[in-house]
């Protein structure tokens, strides 16, 4: 069956601009999770919904990071007024039974 | 300090060799751990579930020791194909932190 999708897998942004990225997760997988992975790091923890409720937006870095997932099944990553610090790759993961299954990634560049 | 702590390696290793890896955690509320692969500029894949009583898939042995916090991945004949960056998680209750990885090279 189909995993988790993401769009874009790349991005380039200038710094200043909005970049919205997108997240398909396993259908029928009611957990999603987005992380952030900088080069020779480990995936951190940005955000988790159960369904459509936010349940932790604890690593969001900024208020410029929102996340949404409106119908509780695709989700979307918003950063706003991007920073060079903000470049890194953005992994989506879903879940429905505690193993966490991840998409390819958005590899984001803030130039 | 990280709350996954492992040695970032490299291991480089010929084919044939058994090859281990260790993590330790500071959560002592994680409740479940996992070893994912990545491999380079791919995703994160699961490797295998660690349980208190260790476990094995193959050619990979698992281990944890909640007493001392510590998790252990072995793996044995190890083959070209397992060259690749190996993530240490623990999980409390959707908190999934994860290693900053191990990075293998199987040679011939």
């Known amino acids: 069956g189909a995993g988790v999708s993401q769009s874009p897998r790349y991005k380039v942004a200038k710094r200043g601009q909005d970049v919205a990225l997108r997240c398909d997760p396993i259908?029928?997988?009611?957990?999603l999770f987005w992380y952030q992975q900088a080069l020779g790091q480990g995936p951190e923890f940005l955000t988790y919904?159960?369904?459509?409720?936010?349940?932790?937006k604890s690593g969001l870095p900024s208020d410029r990071f929102f996340a949404e997932r409106p119908e509780g099944s695709v989700s979307t990553l918003k950063i706003q007024r991007t920073q060079q610090e903000d470049s890194a790759v953005y992994l989506c993961?879903?879940?429905?039974?505690?193993?966490?299954?991840f998409g390819p990634g958005t590899r984001l560049l803030v130039l | 300090r990280k709350e996954v702590e492992q040695d970032p390696g490299p291991f480089n290793v010929p084919e044939g060799a058994t090859v281990a890896f260790n993590c330790t955690y500071s959560?002592?509320?994680?409740?479940?751990f996992f070893w994912y692969r990545q491999d380079c500029r791919k995703e994160p894949k699961l490797l295998m579930s660690?349980?208190?009583s260790g476990n094995e898939d193959g050619r990979f042995t698992a281990q944890l020791n909640r007493a001392s916090q510590y998790i252990s991945l072995l793996i044995r004949d190890s083959k070209l194909s397992d060259s690749a960056t190996y993530l240490c998680?623990?999980?409390?209750?959707?908190?999934?932190?994860f290693g900053a990885g191990t990075r293998l090279t199987v040679k011939p």
């Open positions: 993961a879903s879940s429905a039974t505690g193993v966490q299954y």
């Open positions: 259908s029928g997988h009611v957990s």
């Open positions: 919904f159960q369904n459509e409720a936010q349940l932790d």
């Open positions: 959560n002592s509320a994680s409740q479940s």
């Open positions: 660690v349980y208190s």
């Open positions: 998680v623990a999980n409390n209750n959707n908190d999934m932190r």
